[in-house]
Structure formats: structure tokens, C-alpha cells
């Protein structure tokens, strides 16, 4: 049976689901709010560096579980496909200063605490403890809703917890490990940790005997990772689908007619549009909002997921220091760490190829082009004022990278915030999941979609499309 399909929301769960219709034989709109689709996965260009294209939100995604790979390679992008260069790895930054990110990891756990590369961080007495994980109780910090911290504190240590964990969790999920929920940081760790009774065993399970940093388990897409959502886009057109931008949702009701119950979509437009089958892409707040009156349990059910402010600032720098890549691909700083407020640093034309050819040709004046990414906003913490970012950004190069870098490298900059994009599952939220699941199942015409469900990252909102058929609750 051919139906309906309103899509609310053009970020990449959107996109899929839209798409996933679409192939199912439906007729399907999209609205998104903004002008432009992709949500997170956009690009921009800076003029004064030859108009290159950077990525200004997500620039990699996970290849380990290939779900993104195989989508790429679907809409034909599959010669865009670029891994980073080899050798290089990754760094932690904390007040015992920057160290190759230890290899074999999963969330920061070592899955090998008294390797070489652990020590240096933890130190001795910090590699034993962690050591020593594996023969705790299997019980041990792992209560339901428990947090990163409480997990990883009683059973790894401290240290693990302050110079591993804590800038993974900051830089990667934009979270504070004392109010983030363990099992939706990783359900896959929490799962293995529950079958082996060990953090460590968990992690050696799950990575393997990978070395690598989590930093190179990625693919990215030439010349930036907006080449999928602009496809996908493409796609949905050239399907008849029809996207809309610039229109934001209002109000929605759920109404009886002709004995089939529709979904009656109020737009800031004044408009009125109705659907049979209703798809919520939207962050959860909003998705509250919006039900309280059409469906009010599955509103109530929602679980909060507050946002992360986050602040970039992007370099386009002329620095023949950099040539050497100091901190190989870039590096995730421990909170508190003396001297530096940047949470995340990506080197971005160290780890990628593609970029660095791209500086080149976009600048063939300078003498060593580079590109370097600082993300800056921890929970609780206020965001540097855009007006002061990019001194603060060189002045925190410099002591990640131990390059000095002013404002005479400069060739260009960018300021790039998102309010909205980083959710932190608070304890609670996998077992509040379970039962908005349970109610969704209820009402074959709603879906929710996009990352407050299916965890942070590109890799996790596809592979969450995928499991989805057309018509299953969800």
C-alpha cells in the first residue's frame, strides 16, 4: 500500500528515512527548518584560502562495523573513500603531558593496561591498577544507569578514568563522564562487559588485536563528508521525493478520517498537511513538544538528552613546523589540564591526504599550508568568546602541537558553532529507550529517529536505518 510520508527534520537520520521510504514505493516530503540538509555533516568555504572546502561539523565516521561504507559505496561514492594517513595515531593531552593515544582501545579502555604506550600515560602505578581490573567482581560499578565515571573509576582507576576516558568522552561525545550514562556511551562495551565480567576483556574483544588509535579507525569523503548528505539529497529528488527548506513544523494533531487515523502537520507557513505515516527527525526536545498533545505518552516517554554547546575554530596556517606533524592526527585533551581550554584538536591535513593536496593547490604561494581544527565546550563550562577564539585557538596549537603559530601563519580562520548537534544521555536513558520502543510499537505510523536513539556518530544513525523495514515499529 502506497502512503504518506512526512519526513520532520533533513539532518542525516532524515535523509535515510526518507529514503528508506522512498525505495518502499511511498510518497514521501521532507521539511527541514534550516536552508540546507545534513544537519552536522556540513562543509564551508574560506575564501582567503583559495575558497577551499573544510568540513565544518563531522569529518570522519566509523568503518569498523562497514554500514557506512556499504551506503557510500550504494549512492556511487565509493572512489570518494579516503582513510587517513597510516603511521600516524593519535595524542592524549593531560597535566602529564601529550602521549601517543595507546592502541587497541575502546572509550580510552586500554584493552591492554601494562603496554608500553598505557604506562607512559597512567605511569606505573596507574598501568597496575588498571591491570588489575580483571579480577573484580563482574558485578562491580555495573548497576543499571551507572555513569562513565562510577564504571570506570571502580573498575579500571582514577587515572584511566582522568587521562583516557575523560577526553574521549569531552572531545568525542562532548559529555562530562560524571553525568553520562555508561551503557549509551557504549552499548557495545556495556554489552561485553555484562557477557565477560571485565572492562578489559570486554575491549579485547570487541578491538581485537587492532593497534590502532581510535582516531584511525575512520573513512572520511572527498573533498568533504557533505558529499553525502548532497547526495542523499539528490537521490531523494530524483526518486520524486519533494524537500522542503526553510519550513519549520509548528503543531501536529492526530486525526480520524474516513476511519484511518492521519497526522495533521502545521507549518510556520500557515500550511496544513497531512500524512498517513509521520517520521520525527528532530532532536528529542523538540520531538516532545511537538507530541504532547497527539500522542502524550510517547511525549512523556522521551528521554532528556540535553545538548552540548560546541565552538570550532578552524586555521588555515603557513607553518613548515608542521610538516613533521607533531601530534600525528590531532589530540584529545583531559579536562583541567593546565594551560589549555581547546577539549579536541584534529590536524586535519596530517591525517588526511586528500586536504593537504587540496591546501596546496588552493594555495600554491605558501611555503607549508596546514589545517588545524580546535573544538571547544564542556559541559558546564562557557564558551570563549568568538570575538577572542582564534588567539585563544593559536595560543592552544601551540602548546598541543609544541609549535609556536601566531597570527603571521595565519593565511585564514573560521568560527563555527553548533548549539544544538551533541545530546548527553544522562543515567536511565537505555532503559527509558527500551520503553519508548515498547510504546512506538504501539503506533505503526510514528517513527523517531536520529542520534538521541541511535548513539553519537555517523556509523550509529546508519546502521540504526538499516535495521529498520519499511513498516515495523520502530
Known amino acids: 500500500m502506497t502512503m504518506r510520508v512526512l519526513v520532520v527534520g533533513g539532518g542525516l537520520a532524515g535523509l535515510l528515512a526518507a529514503r528508506r521510504h522512498l525505495r518502499a514505493g511511498h510518497r514521501v516530503v521532507l521539511l527541514e527548518a534550516t536552508g540546507s540538509v545534513g544537519g552536522a555533516i556540513a562543509q564551508s568555504v574560506l575564501p582567503g584560502a583559495g575558497d577551499l572546502a573544510l568540513n565544518t561539523g563531522a569529518e570522519a565516521y566509523s568503518n569498523g562495523s562497514g554500514a557506512v561504507d556499504a551506503l557510500v559505496a550504494e ?4 572512489e570518494q573513500i579516503v582513510a587517513p594517513r597510516e603511521g600516524l595515531g593519535s595524542r592524549v593531552v593531560s597535566d602529564a603531558g601529550a602521549h601517543r593515544a595507546p592502541g587497541a582501545s575502546l572509550l580510552g579502555i586500554p584493552s591492554r593496561p601494562l603496554a608500553a604506550d598505557v604506562r607512559a600515560v597512567l605511569g606505573t602505578a596507574g598501568a597496575l591498577r588498571a591491570a588489575l581490573e580483571r579480577f573484580l567482581p563482574a558485578s562491580l560499578g555495573a548497576r543499571p544507569g551507572a555513569t562513565v565515571a562510577q564504571v570506570v573509576r571502580r573498575r579500571s582507576g582514577r587515572k584511566v ?3 583516557l576516558v575523560a577526553p574521549v568522552i569531552g572531545g568525542v561525545h562532548s559529555s562530562d563522564p560524571a553525568t553520562l550514562e555508561f551503557a549509551a556511551a557504549s552499548p557495545a562495551l556495556s554489552a561485553g562487559l555484562a557477557e565477560h565480567g571485565s572492562l578489559t576483556a570486554a575491549v579485547r574483544r570487541i578491538r581485537g588485536r587492532s593497534a590502532g588509535s581510535a582516531g584511525t579507525r575512520v573513512h572520511s569523503l572527498s573533498p568533504t563528508m557533505a558529499a553525502l548528505p548532497q547526495t542523499l539529497q539528490a537521490r531523494l529528488l530524483a526518486a520524486g521525493g519533494i524537500l522542503r527548506t526553510g519550513v519549520e513544523v509548528v503543531g501536529l494533531t492526530r486525526e480520524e478520517t474516513d476511519g484511518e487515523a492521519v497526522w495533521q502537520v502545521r507549518t510556520s507557513r500557515g500550511e496544513e498537511l497531512s500524512a498517513e505515516h509521520l517520521v520525527l527527525a528532530c532532536p528529542p526536545d523538540t520531538a516532545r513538544e511537538l ?13 532528556q538528552a540535553p545538548s552540548a554547546a560546541v565552538r570550532l ?6 607553518a613548515p613546523a608542521l610538516d613533521a606533524f607533531p601530534s600525528g592526527t590531532g589530540a584529545l585533551v583531559a579536562p583541567g589540564t593546565a594551560g589549555i581550554r581547546a577539549k579536541a584538536l584534529t590536524h586535519a591535513s596530517a591525517k588526511w591526504e586528500h586536504v593537504q593536496r587540496a591546501l596546496r593547490e588552493a594555495l600554491p604561494s605558501a611555503c607549508s599550508p596546514h589545517l588545524v581544527r580546535l573544538s571547544y565546550g564542556r559541559p558546564g563550562e562557557a564558551l570563549p568568546g568568538r570575538e577572542e577564539l582564534i588567539d585563544l585557538a593559536l595560543a592552544d596549537a601551540t602548546r598541543i602541537l609544541g609549535v609556536h603559530l601566531d597570527r603571521s601563519q595565519l593565511l585564514d580562520s573560521a568560527v563555527i558553532d553548533w548549539e544544538r548537534a551533541m545530546r548527553q544521555p544522562l543515567p536511565g536513558h537505555r532503559a527509558a529507550l527500551d520503553s ?9 505510523s510514528l517513527e523517531l529517529v536520529g542520534s538521541w536513539r541511535a548513539g553519537t556518530g555517523i556509523d550509529a544513525i546508519v546502521r540504526a536505518d538499516d535495521s529498520l523495514t519499511e513498516g515495523s515499529p520502530s
Open 75 to 78: 549512492l556511487g561514492l565509493a
Open 161 to 163: 578514568l582522568e587521562r
Open 291 to 303: 507530541l504532547a498533545t497527539a500522542a502524550p505518552r510517547v511525549a512523556a516517554a522521551i528521554p
Open 313 to 318: 575554530a578552524a586555521l588555515v596556517l603557513d
Open 436 to 444: 519508548l520502543a515498547a510504546l512506538l510499537a504501539e503506533q505503526p
